[in-house]
């Protein structure tokens, strides 16, 4: 069977769940090839195998810490000369994105990101993308060189597969472009001590309904009586109310967990783009025409600042 190369997202050696999904996916085109880079990558080997990884590639030096993606790239494209895999796939973060692009560019592959599905057609890997806010679902396959294919979180639900996934060294030699951009600090951004908002099992959201930066703490509390993901539609993020990172949807983030509950969120199509495919949808909005009203599976038609208290109160008192 051919191989296919997965790029690892890890942090210091614990493998996010992007790759986790991704390695699942991979299994369907070919055996899973790991390539693990920086601080910790032998330590991922472990993960990767039990996802159905039948090796993984690693390397680790500092100009993967202290340069930008180019030295990345340099490492996968040796990856790719060692193994002659059959399509090489990354999860859609910004820096996944970077490292394809580059790398289809330098092997001459074609590349499709953003997919949300993947299936081995008579042609080769077919890929699925949700376009034009989720109104349009896209198949695409690549017909130039070895598919390079970008993967967006929450496409699939992990599932292990043991495999043999033994670390082995791989030699990677630095590109004269591999130091051009240096780092010159880091700061690391303060810890919510929430879950990964693409990771989390429950989010909740808020969105123009809370009013201001200073009432999120409402939303807050009840994610926090969850163990939640806190997320915002764009309308909150766009009045400085939360950070962008925290957006939920089309130019945010899409997510995909076990609840999602929205407060004060009208469904408008670009916010359903990344939160539809949830697996319990909860609303609370105080119009009851809200659109958000014809996704959920719970609505509450209320005043979310009387509404959601008393829902945190009632999780709280249930947990004991
Ligand atoms: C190209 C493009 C990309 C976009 N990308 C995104 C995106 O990624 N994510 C995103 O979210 N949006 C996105 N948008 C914006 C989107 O069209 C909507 O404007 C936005 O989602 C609206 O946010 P909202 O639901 O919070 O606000 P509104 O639509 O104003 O809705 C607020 C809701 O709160 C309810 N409400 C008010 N007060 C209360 C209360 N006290 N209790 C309960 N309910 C209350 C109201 O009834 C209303 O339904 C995009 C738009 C464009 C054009």
């Known amino acids: 069977m051919a191989e296919v ?5 890890h942090v210091d050696g614990a493998v996010r769940k992007p790759t986790l999904e991704l390695l699942t996916l991979a299994r369907r085109i070919g055996e899973p090839v790991a390539v693990a880079l920086g601080a910790g990558a032998a330590d991922t080997a472990a993960t990767a195998a039990e996802y159905g990884a039948v090796r993984v590639l690693t390397a680790d030096a500092p100009e993967f810490a202290d340069y930008l993606v180019v030295p ?3 490492a996968l494209q ?7 895999p059959a399509a090489v796939l990354f999860p859609s973060s910004a820096e996944g994105k970077e490292i394809a692009a580059r790398l289809a560019v330098r092997i001459g592959s074609g590349i499709i990101t953003d997919a949300v599905d993947l299936e081995q057609g008579d042609e080769g890997p077919v890929a699925t993308q949700s376009v034009f806010a989720a109104a ?3 198949k695409s396959r690549i017909t130039k060189g070895t598919p390079v294919i970008t993967v967006k979180p929450n496409s699939a639900a992990p599932e292990a597969a043991p495999a043999a996934g ?3 060294a791989l030699e990677v030699s630095f590109s004269e472009q591999a130091t051009g951009t240096k780092v010159v600090s880091r700061a690391a951004r303060e810890s919510t001590g929430r879950p990964d908002l693409t990771e989390a099992a429950i989010v909740v959201s808020g969105g123009r309904g809370v009013g201001g930066a200073e009432n999120f703490p409402v939303v807050e509390a009840l994610a926090d009586s969850l163990g939640a993901a806190v997320g915002a539609s764009r309308a909150a993020v766009d009045a400085g109310w939360y950070p962008h990172t925290n957006q939920v949807g089309q130019t945010g983030k899409t997510v ?8 004060g969120i009208s469904g408008a199509i670009q916010h359903r783009a990344g939160m539809q495919t949830s697996k319990t949808i909860v609303a609370v ?3 009851a025409e809200a659109p958000i009203f014809d996704l959920v599976d719970y609505g509450v038609v209320g005043d979310l600042f ?11 008192t249930r947990k004991g």
């Open 5 to 9: 190369l997965v790029y690892v997202d």
């Open 72 to 74: 990345k790239v340099d």
């Open 78 to 84: 040796a990856a790719y000369q060692a193994v002659n």
């Open 136 to 138: 349009y679902t896209t």
């Open 166 to 168: 033994a670390a082995e």
């Open 256 to 263: 995909s967990p076990q609840l999602y509950i929205a407060a």
């Open 285 to 287: 909005n105080k119009d």
């Open 306 to 316: 009387e509404v959601v208290p008393q829902l945190t109160e009632e999780v709280k």
